[in-house]
T-cell receptor, first 114, second 114 residues
Framework: GPKVLQIPSHQIIDMGQMVTLNCDPV?????FYWYKQILGQQMEFLVN????????KSKLFKDQFSVERPDGSYFTLKIQPTALEDSAVYFC????????????FGEGSRLIVV | GDSVTQTEGPVTVSESESLIINCTYS????????LFWYVRYPGEGLQLLLK?????QKGSSRGFEATYNKETTSFHLQKASVQESDSAVYYC???????????FGKGTHLHVLP
């Protein structure tokens, strides 16, 4: 089936540094999402992105977070600066349309902030 | 608020036994929720198992079934005879056709013994 690729699969970073998580969504998809899952906890919605804009974000999407998809390339999640509580697995997802909400997920990027 | 509650895992069953993973939802801000079961097999990304967007309907895939019950706000996942290859983490989820996010349960880890 369609694949969503995430790079890197894991990263360790010092607190206060910047990190960029990359997502290569399914080629004809228009809606892009980031989810965050802390170890042992629920996977939670962060943000949705469409047509170059954030459509909806949760309270977990702090001011230090930003998303973009320049020129149809990777859909990125940037955290600057990182904090210890940002340690989690971040899942990217994409969908072709909004009706029915069928999401295609990547395998996740495990971020460890030390 | 909107939420999903599902069977706490891990759930361990023997091959060829029947399975039920319970899921109930609360959709206080969604008039017509869409309901999903997603699955993550070992080493793979989260993928859609089945979805139902109309109350009273049943969805099925790979021998799994779930019925959208609006009266009991439930969407239990069932299979008559599990296989070892069904070992995975199963997520019940709730979505809104007109919104941009899907809300996930905590996931249920299923172990099927040979």
């Amino acid at each position: 089936g369609p694949k969503v690729l995430q790079i890197p699969s894991h990263q360790i970073i010092d607190m206060g540094q910047m990190v960029t998580l990359n997502c290569d969504p399914v080629s004809n998809h228009l809606y892009f999402y980031w989810y965050k899952q802390i170890l042992g906890q629920q996977m939670e919605f962060l943000v949705n992105f469409y047509n170059g804009k954030v459509m909806e974000k949760s309270k977990l999407f702090k001011d230090q977070f930003s998303v973009e998809r320049p020129d149809g390339s990777y859909f990125t999640l940037k955290i600057q600066p990182t904090a210890l509580e940002d340690s989690a697995v971040y899942f990217c997802a994409s969908s072709r349309d909004i009706s029915g909400n069928t999401l295609y997920f990547g395998e996740g990027s495990r971020l460890i902030v030390v | 608020g909107d939420s999903v509650t599902q069977t706490e895992g891990p759930v361990t069953v023997s091959e060829s036994e029947s399975l039920i993973i319970n899921c109930t939802y609360s959709a206080t801000s969604i008039a017509y929720p869409n309901l999903f079961w997603y699955v993550r097999y070992p080493g793979e990304g989260l993928q859609l198992l089945l979805k139902v967007i109309t109350a009273g309907q049943k969805g099925s895939s790979r021998g799994f079934e779930a019925t959208y019950n609006k009266e009991t706000t439930s969407f239990h996942l069932q299979k008559a005879s599990v296989q070892e290859s069904d070992s995975a983490v199963y997520y019940c989820a709730l979505g809104d056709t007109n919104a941009y996010k899907v809300i996930f349960g905590k996931g249920t880890h299923l172990h099927v013994l040979p």
